[in-house]
């Protein structure tokens, strides 16, 4: 076997935690120097792991298989297929850049940068692992640093977001095992080798309601509508570098999950679930959006904003058709970078300013141009302007979508006014117009280690934003099996659907 | 009924008395000291009852470890726990607890009564005579030594553990105790 | 002769990317090199024009950006005889206003800036011309949009401007998704993007025609919202704020035209529905009247002509709306040139004088400013459309189409516009050019209030001015007007290069010319083929000549509303707005914009915000409720548990043997077998 | 020698007011003696029924023998606790010794 990438990408980031710990608390160079390594390397390869990826071929490359415990059928299985290189990619950029964001962070760096390590590793587990148990246990395994990254370097209400997060994230998973338990013993095949499973044949009946036990598991942690109240608590408590990686790659966990265990093994379920999942999705959209816009606070809105965004992906999902699925992943790409880059720029306003209430902020452009410029691009990413990644996400989501869910596709579309409005409204308020706080005059713009982070992420946004096909084909390959499997009737998602779904989806 | 039938009826009964009253004694006595000398008068019923079930070693351990060892102890304690009026210090709690408790321990009396009075089979009726020239003690330090040594060795030690530990739960001057609390300060150390 | 066109789009966002990146701190470079590289655009695109008059006829080149599975999106240049004319039109007014702008924006901090944005602008629009698929279109659409938000709030600091191009952007948003939801239906149904395509499908009925009607009315509803038709207007006058150059190029020659551009482009779709025209000439035709009634009431000179703008939008919309193809793009093009100078002339005239824009503080600046004044005279009467001025031939042209097209009603409400637009384009010339100089003009570079139009009861009392601003006196004006002198060079060449094209471009339509404007540009039927009808139509359409009725017509009422003009502000003695008491409160009601604005703002505080706040009150309160009500429910069930464990020894043993007691009565009572096994069992 | 019953009731008597005692009492001397009076109950029992059933076995006695030195134990280690509180608290009220409270 050559030299096993997918592990290295994984365990990088640990093996930078372990030497952390083994550097004196003082040298907090060392150990910034030490986490930006081990993250680049994450993210070298990763970066290397899209060109590397045979197109052609498709299916999973880079396959390591270790038997773990056979007794159970359970084994090391890392594998990548063209959405885990996208979503490792993802990983990587907002790991590294994570890391150079938070080189200002100064109380317990040594821990800090440990824990930020741990939770990179986990993720990125979660998307190289093609054994259903070893993915649940890197899934689970990304809530403890979540909870030790907020409840210590986090602001306001920390605990009790941190908490909140906890409780609702186990709860999430508690469904997910029992979702991964139940169709182990129904599969009766003693693996638990994903790709084993996809080929096994569940029946319409068992399809069904474990389609819906995998994806409220999941659905916990996209967040879908009523199951998000933990995400703006979180998020905003967390410090910057801690939601970039939340907004960032970990909210994408959970529609990754969706994506690779629901969907790939319970398609009839799929369909069926399609009209709910729509609706839910665009309540999702709507819902968080004007929330968004009655947010006071900055972090508040982005937070929103972000569960908004990912309502687009989860449409795109439950339009079942290859633009639809692919212009969800897209979007979990362009929307984790865009919400990596927004939180990192709030956190970098709030070092400086010690605000994050919009009312209280005002004219910043003039003394932080770089932050402010940065945030107009971020801003106008989130907003889908072309040229952005999020373009292409969103135009394919809604193409997929339109065909399936004509109404509850246009009141998505309708949401774009609406972004629009409560982004620009917040850009004009922070950064444009005088400054009204006096002590805001002198304040110091970004530093170089800023300047880094900020230019990768807008790097890869315009990057993707002109020439998505680099990514949208990695991703064709990645869902060619999934599409496949999918019943052809799946266009036809009213099939299956109840009367009254089917009705509220909007038939075509 | 036969005379000594009648006999051993009216001796039961007065041992029976001794040891009820006792009991009662103990329970109802305001002052604990009262209560702690009905209590041996108990034990002295007890030690009856069982001479009068020819368990003689028996009695004279009761009389002697019980009467002798408990009793003697439980007057030291009170001896060294006196406080001010003696006739306060055996009150009951509160009513809400008093009354639980009686009726529990009522409950439990009656329901047991009821299974103890019901005629099980094979309860024998009149006490089987005892084989002439049976010893009890002497079979009982057989039996202690042969099949029960390892039980009566135990027993050997958890008195001398029961002992040391005694001793050093007692002792004057605990390291790192710090000072006496006072008894309002409940569940604050 | 196609990939030229490439180069035309490219060169722009070379400067904008070469700007931003390298020479950001060299002002004078960076201004050279947009006008570079926007000057080499221009002379590209004239060789372009000149290929395509020689050769006329539609040449497509693409290339394949992002395919996935059905979806095939390709970046690809149309050039045809439309997009030619518009890559001249844009380049030719975008160089003008970059030279104009060395000036304009001379001690401007954000010089560099201000070019890099010009640079990605004309970058956008030019890919907005030369796009060859619906979606290409919608891309530089968004762009265009976004280069107007960052113009428009150049001078971010000021709170108006921020908010000018966060409403701009938004309303043109609104509009965009109109658009983009046209594109997803034409794309459900016929599978492609390409225009060709499209056209070849509607044309071959392949789109139902309920779907045909949705679709045109959306790419509409897109057009009228860049376009800035009735009700998604508003935008255009606030965009004001940005600096004059900008409005000279993006609100009044090329991007606002993009709406009309886009709805040439895709006139396929209308054609093939007739009620999807009606919409279009109507709105187009009422948008014109609506805003030549709003423009007659204004104060600031540089809204006076954005509302003319949206009038003669709504001109070209009508055209189209009403058949009349080559009549609504050569208009466009007039259009182009005549509205340009007159934001330029404006625009010199703020920068000299001490930055003021209120047309009552101004007065009799004739003397000062002479060639400004001259070229923007020649403007108004090309807006007016006087004979042979450029708005003539093109608005005759539409009225000839309106006429043509039956809608009797629209004909007349166009020939009435025409009558207020030169009423108030000739108000604006004669309150600010002649006549006495005002009392409340400026003396230094200190920000005046703003006085709206001051009413002639306020300034009857001797010497106290609008809203008791002492007036000013003579002495000072004196002083003041030392400082008054022409604009540079730089500026008024532009303006006379201008004046000149308001002046010429109009015979090139000439009616019944051999190679005219008409013969060049035309709606050549069904897609590509052309149909016979269309051909004869437009053949008998040349020959015809002028249309004499309705030139007389237009004449008239053109002459009529420049004579109303003159005696109501020709032979003023005080800087006071006559018009107030004749028309009185319907005066107030146009000065306020018809509320349209202040009912948005209501709509938006109630329905928009208010609903943000209802629902983020409610996730905060039952969402987030809901969820912290659960832990406190699990708290207090943990509270009620502790109260059995409160350190009573003798609690402890009471619930013990109350356990006991109950073991023993079940045992005893329910289950007798069990108990005698139990008790019996000793032997 | 009476029947057995009687025997049972006796002792099922003495618990009962052992019981009591332990539940009720606030001197915890008092618990200690009434939880004394429970055990010697129980002994009474034992001897009773292996006078009666099983006359050879001696098993009750044993038993009975084991309960003694238990209670011993137990009375010894219990005074010396009581003792200690005292000291700590002062008093030999059950209810303010309630440090191990939830």
Redesign the interface.
């Known amino acids: 076997m050559s030299f096993p990438v997918l592990s290295t990408i994984v365990f990088a980031p640990l093996a930078g935690a372990l030497v952390i710990a083994c550097l004196p608390a003082a040298r907090k160079e060392a150990i910034r120097w030490v986490a930006a390594v081990a993250a680049g390397v994450s993210f070298a390869l990763s970066l290397w792991l899209v060109f590397a990826y045979n197109q052609a071929a498709g299916g999973v490359q880079f396959v390591e298989n270790v038997p773990w415990f056979p007794s159970f059928g359970v084994s090391y299985h890392l594998g990548a297929d063209g959405i885990s290189v996208v979503m490792l990619l993802l990983t990587g950029i907002v790991g590294f850049t994570g890391v150079f964001v938070s080189w200002g962070i100064e109380e317990r760096v040594k821990e800090f940068f440990i824990t930020l390590l741990a939770l990179m590793f986990a993720v990125s587990g979660v998307f190289a692992s093609f054994d259903l148990l070893l993915l649940f246990i890197f899934f689970e395994f990304a809530v403890l640093p979540k909870f030790v990254l907020i409840s210590v370097w986090g602001s306001t209400k920390k605990e009790y977001a941190a908490m909140k997060l906890a409780l609702y994230l186990v709860l999430g998973s508690a469904f997910t095992l029992l979702g991964i338990l139940s169709l182990y013993f129904v599969a009766g095949i003693h693996s638990m080798d994903l790709i084993q499973l996809a080929n096994h044949p569940f029946t319409h009946g068992q399809q069904l309601w474990l389609f819906a036990l995998v994806f409220l598991g999941f659905a916990v942690q996209v967040p879908v509508w009523p199951l998000h109240s933990w995400l703006p608590d979180a998020h905003v408590a967390a410090p910057s570098a801690g939601s970039m990686m939340l907004a960032g790659v970990v909210m994408k966990l959970g529609a990754y999950g969706i994506l690779r265990v629901a969907l790939t093994l319970f398609p009839q379920g799929a369909v069926y679930w399609a009209p709910v999942v729509a609706v839910l999705a665009v309540i999702n959209v709507l819902y968080a959006a004007f929330v968004a816009m009655g947010q006071k606070d900055l972090k508040y809105l982005i937070a929103n904003s972000s569960i908004s965004h990912m309502g687009y992906a989860v449409l795109g999902i439950a339009a079942l058709t290859l633009s639809g699925l692919s212009g969800a992943v897209l979007q979990m790409f362009a929307h984790g970078i865009m919400a990596a880059l927004l939180f990192a720029l709030v956190g970098m306003t709030y070092d400086r300013t010690h605000t994050r209430q919009i009312a209280e902020m005002g004219g910043l452009a003039r003394v932080l141009p770089v932050i402010a410029t940065a945030f107009v691009i971020a801003g106008l990413a989130s907003v889908g302007l072309p040229g952005t990644a999020s373009f292409w996400s969103e135009f394919l989501v809604f193409v997929g979508s339109f065909g399936i869910f004509r109404v509850l596709a246009i009141l998505a579309i309708f949401c774009i006014v609406i972004t629009a409005y409560y982004i620009l409204k917040a850009v004009q308020r922070v950064y444009f117009g005088p400054i009204r706080v006096e002590k805001f005059q002198k304040l110091h713009d970004a530093r170089w280690s800023d300047w880094v982070a900020l230019s990768i992420i807008i790097v890869f946004i315009v990057g993707v934003g002109a020439y998505p096909s680099l990514l949208t084909d990695l991703i064709q390959t990645g869902l060619a099996p999934i599409m496949a499997r999918l019943p052809e009737s799946a266009t036809a998602a009213t099939a299956f659907g109840a009367g009254w779904l089917a009705w509220l989806g909007g038939a075509r | 009924m036969s005379t000594d039938q009648l006999g051993s009826l009216l001796v039961f009964a007065g041992l029976a008395f001794l040891v009820v009253g006792g009991g009662l004694g103990v329970v109802f006595f305001r002052n604990v000291f009262h209560a702690a000398v009905s209590m041996a008068f108990a034990f002295l019923g007890v030690a009856g009852i069982y001479f009068s079930l020819q368990a003689d070693f028996l009695g004279v351990i009761q009389v002697l470890i019980y009467i002798g060892a408990v009793a003697v102890i439980i007057a030291f304690a009170i001896m060294l726990t006196r406080r001010g009026d003696m006739a306060e210090t055996n009150r009951f709690v509160s009513p809400g607890q008093l009354a639980l408790g009686a009726l529990t321990a009522a409950g439990l009396w009656v329901a047991l009564l009821g299974l103890g009075l019901s005629q099980w089979p094979g309860q024998p009726a009149q006490a089987p005579p005892l084989p002439a020239g049976t010893d009890l003690t002497l079979s009982l330090g057989q039996l202690l030594l042969s099949q029960m040594a390892l039980p009566f060795e135990i027993a050997a030690v958890l008195l001398l553990v029961a002992l040391v530990g005694a001793v050093l739960i007692a002792r004057e001057d605990h390291p790192g105790q710090g000072r006496r609390e006072q008894p309002g300060e409940v569940g604050k150390s | 002769m196609v990939n030229l066109a490439w180069w035309v789009v490219f060169l722009p966002l070379l400067a904008f990317l070469l700007i931003s990146l390298v020479t950001r701190p060299h002002r004078k470079l960076s201004g050279w090199i947009t006008i570079l590289a926007v000057g080499a655009s221009f002379v590209l695109s004239v060789a372009i024009l000149l290929d395509m008059l020689a050769r006329p006829g539609a040449r497509e080149s693409a290339w394949?950006?992002?395919?996935?599975?059905?979806?095939h999106v390709e970046l690809g240049v149309l050039l045809d005889p439309l997009a030619a004319i518009m890559l001249v039109v844009v380049t030719l007014v975008s160089l003008l206003v970059q030279i104009y702008s060395t000036a304009y924006m001379g001690e401007d901090p954000g010089y560099s800036r201000y070019f890099a944005f010009m640079g990605l602008f004309t970058f956008s629009m030019l890919g907005l011309v030369v796009a060859n698929n619906y979606?290409e279109m919608?891309?530089?659409w968004?762009?265009v949009g976004?280069c107007s938000?960052l113009l428009i709030?150049f001078w971010?600091?000021?709170?108006s401007?921020?908010?000018a191009?966060?409403k701009a952007?938004?309303v043109t948003?609104?509009g965009?998704?109109g658009f983009?939801?046209a594109i997803?239906?034409l794309?459900?149904h016929l599978g492609t993007f390409n225009f060709g395509e499209v056209a070849q499908g509607v044309a071959d009925g392949r789109l139902p025609a309920a779907a045909v009607t949705a679709a045109a009315l959306l790419v509409f509803f897109g057009a009228a919202g860049k376009s800035a038709q009735f009700p998604l207007h508003v935008w255009l006058p606030d965009a004001m704020e940005g600096p004059t150059p900008v409005s000279a190029l993006i609100h009044a020659a090329t991007m606002v035209a993009a709406g009309v551009y886009l709805v040439a482009r895709t006139y396929g779709l209308f054609v093939s529905s007739a009620a999807s025209l009606l919409v279009v000439a109507y709105i187009g035709g009422f948008t014109a009247l609506f805003a030549a009634t709003i423009a007659i009431a204004q104060s600031d000179i540089k809204r006076i002509v954005a509302y003319s703008t949206i009038s003669q939008l709504g001109y070209m919309m009508m055209a189209l709306g009403a058949g009349g193809f080559t009549a609504g793009v050569f208009h466009l093009m007039t259009h182009a040139f005549f509205k340009a100078l007159l934001f330029l002339g404006a625009g010199s005239v703020i920068l000299m004088y001490f930055h003021e824009q209120n047309i009552w503080r101004m007065g009799g600046l004739y003397r000062y400013m002479k060639i400004t004044a001259i070229t923007m005279i020649v403007a108004a009467l090309a807006n007016a459309g006087l004979f042979p001025f450029a708005g003539f031939f093109s608005k005759d042209e539409i009225l000839v189409a309106v006429k043509e097209s039956g809608h009797l009603g629209l004909y007349w409400i166009g020939a009435f516009t025409a009558l207020l637009t030169a009423f108030y384009m000739f108000r604006l010339v004669f309150v600010v050019f002649f006549g006495p100089r005002s009392e409340f003009s400026p003396s230094g570079h200190e920000a005046l209030p703003d006085i709206g139009n001051p009413r002639p009861a306020q300034v009857e009392a001797p010497g106290a001015g609008a809203s008791g601003e002492p007036a000013v006196s003579a002495q000072a004006r004196a002083e003041a007007d030392k400082h008054l002198h022409e604009s540079p060079a730089v500026v008024t060449l532009p303006l006379m290069i201008l004046a000149f094209l308001s002046i010429v471009a109009g015979f090139w339509g000439w009616p019944g010319l051999s190679h005219g404007f008409g013969s060049f540009v035309f709606f050549s039927g069904a897609g590509a083929g052309g149909g016979a009808a269309a051909e004869a139509a437009r053949a008998a359409h040349a020959a015809a000549g002028f249309d004499w009725p309705t030139v007389i017509v237009s004449n008239f009422f053109v002459l009529l509303g420049l004579l109303l003009a003159w005696v109501l502000y020709g032979r003023r003695r005080r800087a006071a707005d006559p018009l107030a008491e004749i028309l009185g409160p319907v005066f107030t009601v146009l000065e306020h914009k018809y509320y349209v604005d202040e009912f948005y703002l209501w709509f938006i505080r109630h329905f928009?915000?208010g609903?943000?706040?209802?629902?983020?009150?409610i996730?905060a309160n039952i969402?987030?409720g809901i969820?912290n009500g659960i832990?406190a429910l699990l708290m207090g069930i943990g509270g009620l548990?502790?109260l059995?464990?409160?350190?009573?020894?003798?609690?402890y043993?009471?619930i013990f043997?109350?356990a006991?007691?109950v073991l023993?009565?079940v045992l005893?009572y329910r289950e007798p077998a069990l108990?005698?096994a139990i008790?019996?069992g000793?032997? | 020698m009476v029947p057995l019953p009687y025997y049972f009731a006796l002792s099922l008597t003495l618990f009962s007011i052992g019981l009591f005692g332990a539940l009720t009492k606030r001197n915890a001397i008092t618990v200690l003696m009434s939880i004394e009076l429970m055990l010697n109950a129980v002994n009474i029992n034992l001897v009773a029924f292996s006078r009666f059933i099983t006359p050879q076995a001696l098993l009750g006695h044993l038993f009975v023998i084991f309960t003694i030195t238990v209670a011993a134990a137990e009375v010894a280690v219990g005074l010396a606790l009581v003792l200690t509180l005292n000291r700590h608290r002062d008093s030999v009220n059950l209810q303010d010794f309630t440090w191990l409270r939830g």
């Not at chain 3, 059995?644 to 609690?651: K, L």
């Open positions: 394949q950006w992002l395919s996935l599975g059905p979806v979606l919608y891309v530089f968004e762009l976004l938000y709030g971010y600091e000021k709170p401007a921020a908010a191009a966060k952007f938004v948003r609104f965009d998704f983009l939801l997803l239906l794309f459900g928009v915000d609903g943000a706040a209802v629902l983020a009150w996730d969402v987030n969820a832990g548990l502790r059995f464990q409160n350190g009573w020894v003798q609690r043993a009471l043997f109350i006991v007691l023993v009565a005893v108990t005698a008790v019996g000793a032997r």
